[in-house]
């Protein structure tokens, strides 16, 4: 049975290679439709440039899909356009839903309640890809997105405590003044090990320049960290798990082996 198709959505250039490289390039290396969806910067920036270099190293073959609105702390990342944010929720929702309708993948994957970070352009991503994940297979909803589609599954990019790999991550961004959210790992359904796409991601990872030069960048700190522990933080992605439809007789929905549910 081929591997299900993945379509990722989240916040930030480097957001996608961070929290589900391992994966995008795992399913691309199965033969699986897979594609992002990014929430803010324009299509014409350089952050959209380097996240089209990103995915190409991930072997996603489709172009970046923006959303196009601007990242919450640089207004200026899509000129003309309103903060993510601040933006209306039934317009970004129906942007949203027109990708996945377009795109009709079996699997949608983006940031958990609590954003990871708990930036706000990361939360709201969490917010809108729900609501888009349910709406996008209602013909009720949305008619000029395009006709219904409705994903098997939503996964829910999470780190989950206690956990390695957790523990690592945390210190490290505690070391710049900055907060890890994580979940009880009870509620983790899915761990994916990824580590014969470790490298891959890496590489993916730096290929978003603008941010691995950040010296408080999560790119950055990982390029700091010994390449033992890089290894053990990108080598297993961890997701909650959300259900959309029923299993169906002959329907892949969930993550091929390696995640469990």
């Known amino acids: 049975m081929p ?7 989240y ?17 691309a290396a199965a033969g699986a439709r897979t594609a992002v969806v990014t929430a803010t910067w324009a299509r014409d920036s350089h952050r959209a440039a380097e996240l089209a270099d990103a995915l190409a190293l991930l072997g996603v073959a489709a172009e970046p899909r923006m959303l196009g609105y601007a990242d919450h702390r640089v207004p200026d990342s899509a000129p003309g356009q309103p903060r ?32 990871s970070s708990g930036h706000p352009d990361h939360v709201h991503t969490h917010r809108v890809t729900l609501l888009a994940a349910h709406a996008a ?14 994903p098997g599954a939503l996964y829910l990019s999470a ?3 206690p956990d390695p790999a957790t523990a690592i991550l945390a210190g490290l961004v ?5 907060r890890l959210h994580t979940v009880p790992a009870a ?3 899915a761990a994916v090990d990824v580590r014969p796409w470790a490298d891959r991601k890496w590489a993916a990872i730096r290929a978003h320049r603008s ?17 033992p522990e890089r290894e053990v933080v990108l080598g297993t992605e961890y997701f909650i798990r959300h259900d959309l439809v029923p299993a169906r007789r002959g329907r892949r929905d969930s993550v091929p082996s390696g995640g469990t549910a």
């Open 3 to 9: 591997a299900p198709s993945v379509l990722a959505v």
């Open 11 to 27: 916040a930030h250039p480097d957001d996608e290679s961070l929290a589900a490289g391992g994966i995008l390039a795992r399913h």
């Open 84 to 115: 993510f944010c601040d933006a209306p929720l039934g317009e970004a929702v129906e942007r949203l839903v027109a990708h996945i309708r377009d795109f009709r993948p079996d699997i949608v994957v983006s940031h958990d309640a609590h954003g």
């Open 137 to 150: 297979g209602r013909p009720d909803l949305h008619p000029v997105a395009g006709p219904p589609w409705r």
């Open 159 to 161: 780190h989950p405590d």
């Open 174 to 178: 505690a070391s710049v003044g900055k």
């Open 187 to 189: 509620l983790v359904g």
């Open 211 to 227: 941010e691995a030069v950040r010296s408080r960048s999560l790119p950055a700190l990982l390029g700091g960290l010994p390449a």
